[in-house]
C-alpha cells in the first residue's frame, strides 16, 4: 500500500516511518517487534536510510497486527518495501490541521487519557511559519514552534529528524517556513514519583521556500487575492499553486509583486 513519508526519525536504536495512505487518507505507522516498534537500522526490507521525506513507499501492511495506544500503529508482512515515487508538495497541504492534537495539553500528553482513549491519533502535519532550533544545556537540538495558533511557543520540542539534526550540526540554517510532521513519543517517566507523558516531537521537517511566504505578505500588499495570484501562476509558469514553484520561479513572482505599487492595481 503506498505511503507518502512524512517521517523517518530517530527511535530508540533504529528509525520510526510514518506518514500518511494514499488509498484511506489515514496516518499509518509500520511496527516491528522491537522495544517501542521502531525499524531496525539493518531491516532486511529496505535500507531505511533510503527513504526521503515525501518518498512514496509500497509497504505490505499486515492489517491484523495493530500494538498500542496509537491507532497508527500497524504491523507489517515479510515482503520487500518499494520505493515507488515522490509525492507532489501542494497536493500535502489538504493533510495540513490548523490546531494541535489534544490542545488542552501544551509540551507533552497524560498517558493515562490516551490510553483511557485508546486508540488514538499520536502523529499530526502542521505548517508553520516561524520555527526556530537551538541546543539545549544538554547540548540537544530543540524546536521552538511561535505560530500563535498552535499556541507552542513558550515549549522547547525535541527533533528527531536525521536530516535535519545533520544540517543543524554543520551549521546550516533552517528555514523558519516549513511543514512539520508532529508525533508522540512512547510514555515516558522523570521519575518514579512522575507522571507517565508522551511528549510532543518535532519527527519530520520538509522546509518550504522563504520567499513563499514572502509572496503571500506581498499579494496582501496589493489586495491580490487567491484567485488572482492563481491566474498568474497558471499564466506565468503553468501551476496551480506557489507550492509547485522552483527557487528561481519563487523569486521571480515574488519580484514582479515586489515591482507592483497599490496605483498599478487601483489606478
Request: charged share 20%.
Amino acid at each position: 500500500m503506498g505511503v507518502i513519508c512524512l517521517a523517518n526519525s530517530y527511535k530508540h536504536q533504529g528509525r520510526c516511518i510514518a506518514g500518511i495512505e494514499e488509498e484511506s487518507k489515514q496516518w499509518v505507522r509500520p511496527i516491528s517487534n522491537l522495544d517501542g516498534g521502531s525499524i531496525p537500522l539493518d531491516f532486511q526490507y529496505i535500507r531505511t536510510e533510503y527513504i526521503s521525506l515525501l518518498d512514496i513507499v509500497n509497504i505490505p501492511f499486515d492489517y491484523d497486527r495493530k500494538s498500542g495506544h496509537e491507532v497508527e500503529n500497524i504491523g507489517y508482512k515479510s515482503l520487500p518495501w518499494v520505493i515507488t515515487g515522490k509525492a507532489d508538495l501542494a497536493h500535502l497541504l489538504c493533510y495540513c490541521e490548523h490546531s494541535l492534537l489534544y490542545p488542552q495539553y501544551g509540551k507533552a500528553i497524560p498517558y493515562h487519557y490516551l490510553e483511557w482513549r485508546s486508540p488514538v491519533r499520536t502523529l499530526q502535519l502542521i505548517e508553520v511559519t516561524s520555527l526556530s532550533c537551538y541546543k539545549d544545556d544538554r547540548n540537544k537540538w530543540k524546536g521552538i514552534i511561535a505560530d500563535k495558533k498552535y499556541n507552542l511557543a513558550h515549549f522547547q520540542l525535541s527533533i528527531t529528524d536525521p536530516i535535519i539534526l545533520d544540517r543543524l550540526e554543520r551549521g546550516i540554517c533552517i528555514s523558519s517556513h516549513c511543514l512539520i510532521c508532529l508525533s508522540l513519543s512512547q510514555p515516558w517517566q522523570q521519575d518514579s514519583a512522575s507522571e507517565w507523558l508522551c511528549y510532543r516531537l518535532i519527527a519530520g521537517v520538509i522546509e518550504l521556500l522563504p520567499e513563499l511566504q514572502m509572496i503571500l505578505a506581498e499579494m496582501t500588499r496589493v489586495s491580490w487575492n487567491m484567485t488572482r495570484g492563481k491566474q498568474y501562476l497558471q499564466d506565468n509558469f503553468g501551476k496551480q499553486s506557489r507550492y509547485q514553484l522552483t527557487a528561481s520561479e519563487a523569486q521571480q513572482f515574488l519580484n514582479y509583486l515586489q515591482q507592483l505599487n497599490i496605483t498599478d492595481v487601483y489606478p
